[in-house]
């Protein structure tokens, strides 16, 4: 029987244990959208996972969704990450960027545009945060069919820049309301064009967006988050069997690495994903508005279910010693949700192992 701590092969990488850190926004980043010294320990002292991944990463400007979020689009940006993986990979560990353009879910007073978006949809009673605190989503300004192609593919170009700054791979952020996720939608996406309507019309920005990214470095160095149904950020889907069914028989030739479930309010969703798609699936076991974090039982629940990796989010804010409590079936620490976004290294490198790791921290050179 499969367990947590079996090693996999995730395309050039050999994942020495099936314990994924999920992507989670933590808003550490500087004002110019770098990563910072603090951000390499943090993910540094988790680097015992079998893979990390990164909080979303903004390709673009326009992308971004709130702010001190970290960006992938300037020569600074790279060379800022550097530390982040120089740390991780002296500590053993390996880890994907994730490429997320926030679509509409962002705002003019955040980066000086108009967020972008299928249709000019908003989201409804959705408040962004912004530099002055959480306003209303705005109304976004409908991308025009010959401005697509340019943002699907600004995908690619930042996950060539992750390729310099050290990244193993990137995963495309496809879920939880965002820009991938709202073209998608059945209610966000109101498009008459090649990029909307029918159900091959609605998965064409994502099959290209991850066809570009799979081209630039190499579809084994490439994953993709999905999150069926979850109606996160007013993003409704109609019929998600046939959906997300042509979704994955387009993507299933390219051959990538893995991917990622989550959010998904109901099992046989997941169920049907693991039946279409052969190669590398991560479930993420959290369900939608759920206050607990997901723990070694839902693991347990779905590695027989034909799961392949199991991604913690929360579990391992408090946990940077995750996979060892779970080796050791250790009580796992509780986070302090005040500290989630509120700046500073209170809550975010400051948790302490229960026992010491398996070898000591080793600070990368920036």
Not at 86 to 104: E, L, T, Y
Not at 110 to 137: E, I, M, N, W
Request: charged share 20%; net charge negative; hydrophobic share 40%.
């Amino acid at each position: 029987m499969t367990s947590l701590f079996d090693n996999l092969p995730l395309g050039e990488l050999r994942l020495p244990n099936r314990i994924v850190m999920s992507p989670m926004t933590r808003v550490r980043s500087g004002g110019e959208g770098l990563a910072t010294a603090s951000m390499a320990t943090y993910y540094a002292q988790r680097a015992t996972a079998g893979l990390i991944i990164t909080e979303g990463i903004q390709p673009s400007l326009e992308g971004q969704s709130n702010p001190l979020t970290p960006g992938l689009y300037n020569a600074a940006q790279i060379d800022s990450w550097r530390q982040v993986t120089s740390a991780v990979h002296v500590n053993g560990g390996r880890i994907f960027a994730q490429i997320m353009h926030a679509g509409r879910i962002s705002h003019p007073d955040t980066t000086g545009y108009q967020p972008v978006a299928p249709s000019a949809v908003a989201a409804r009673d959705a408040y962004v945060f912004t530099p002055s605190g959480p306003q209303l989503a705005p109304v976004p300004r409908a991308l025009a069919t010959s401005e697509v192609p340019a943002v699907a593919e600004s995908y690619a170009a930042a996950a060539r820049r992750a390729m310099e700054a050290g990244f193993d791979g990137v995963e495309l952020h496809g879920a939880n309301g965002y820009l991938i996720g709202q073209f998608l939608s059945s209610n966000a996406n109101l498009r008459t064009d090649r990029y909307g309507g029918t159900v091959s019309g609605r998965i064409r920005f994502a099959v290209e967006a991850v066809t570009a990214t799979a081209d630039a470095i190499g579809a084994d160095r490439v994953g993709l988050r999905v999150s069926p149904g979850a109606g996160i950020w007013d993003v409704s889907e109609s019929e998600i069997p046939e959906l997300y069914g042509a979704l994955l028989e387009e993507l299933a030739p390219l051959g990538l690495a893995y991917l990622h479930v989550g959010a998904s309010p109901d099992d046989d969703v997941i169920r049907g994903l693991r039946r279409a798609w052969e190669g590398a699936l991560i479930v993420n076991p959290s369900k939608p508005g759920s206050a607990v974090p997901s723990a070694r039982e839902d693991a347990d629940h779905w590695l027989p279910e034909g799961a392949d990796l199991i991604s913690f989010g929360r579990a391992f804010l408090a946990n940077p010693d995750l996979v060892e409590r779970l080796r050791a079936d250790h009580p796992l620490a509780v986070a302090d949700v005040d500290t989630y976004y509120q700046g500073g290294d209170e809550g975010y490198i400051t948790y302490q192992p229960f026992c010491h790791a398996p070898s000591a921290l080793v600070a990368a050179e920036g």
